[in-house]
């Protein structure tokens, strides 16, 4: 099996090309954006274009998430693809999935700067930064059932149409996922350290929370997630590690639903019990 790659920006019209590209380089299937795609059906994955924030959809388009790298190797191992065009904003970001999906070392990358113009990539970043419109190469028939509730339609081109007639090499559609509206955004970890303080204070035994801390787990310059520590006093009588399993599963559940982070690793240190005082008499 053989690997190769197709680089460029966000919003340059890789996705627009691929088909053309795999075409032209005998590729017989192609990994865009979380997904695994042969003779134009979607074989395994989740797109990340179905993901609610930006954050989650880089953690789905490089497999980072919990069971995807799995699920599209596994489907790689069934389908046995000849030639496999990997699709990415960076060379680092090809080799990273890659590496992650266990495929051969990557043979050819090709650029999107030589096989677009200037003005096609600024035609396809306006319609992707204006109008918040994405491309995924296969019919639009094949996304419906994993797209429910996003804007869906084929594709029928984002470029003026040349005078040549061209052999149609597939069907592309377009959609437009709930984070193309965000722009750039950045949480600070006071946002994090609000949530924690909220969730924490609201349960009935926990009788003060301080030190919370929130560190970030870089591999290399990516950021892969949270670690998060606080101390807590507890009212005395109640089982402990019961009451920090749930809190700490408490924790995860808004946190990353909030923010979009994953949260690797909660601490919860017990610095003291709160006894009430009639227990004492």
Do not use: W
Not at 164 to 178: F, N, Y
């Amino acid at each position: 099996m053989d690997v190769i790659a197709l680089v460029g920006p966000s919003g340059t019209g890789k996705s627009h090309r691929a088909l053309q590209v795999a075409q032209e380089h005998k590729a017989d299937a192609i990994i865009d954006d979380g997904i695994l795609i042969k003779d134009g059906h979607i074989v395994a994955g989740e797109s990340a274009k179905t993901e609610k924030s930006k954050i989650m959809a880089v953690r789905r388009a490089i497999f980072v998430l919990p069971g995807h790298a799995e699920a599209v190797r596994e489907a790689i191992q069934r389908i046995q693809p000849h030639r496999i065009l990997v699709i990415g904003t960076s060379e680092n970001m090809v080799h990273k999935i890659a590496k992650t999906l266990k495929l051969p070392s990557i043979q050819l990358i090709i650029r999107i700067e030589d096989i677009a113009s200037r003005a096609e990539m600024a035609i396809a970043q306006f319609h992707r930064l204006k109008e918040g419109k994405h491309i995924i190469p296969v019919p639009t028939i094949e996304l419906k059932p994993h797209f429910s509730g996003y804007l869906i339609d084929p594709l029928q081109s984002l470029f003026k149409r040349s005078r040549v007639r061209r052999r149609k090499l597939g069907e592309k559609s377009i959609v437009r996922p709930v984070f193309s509206y965000y722009g750039k955004l950045i949480i600070d970890d006071t946002v994090v350290h609000d949530i924690v303080e909220k969730i924490v204070k609201a349960r009935e035994f926990v009788k003060k929370v301080k030190n919370i801390s929130v560190e970030h787990i870089f591999k290399g310059d990516e950021d892969r997630g949270l670690q998060i520590t606080c101390e807590v006093i507890l009212s005395y009588g109640n089982h402990i590690p019961t009451l920090v399993q749930q809190t700490q599963a408490n924790i995860r559940e808004a946190v990353e639903y909030t923010t979009g982070m994953i949260v690797h690793a909660i601490n919860i240190n017990v610095k003291a019990l709160y006894v009430e005082s009639q227990l004492l008499r």
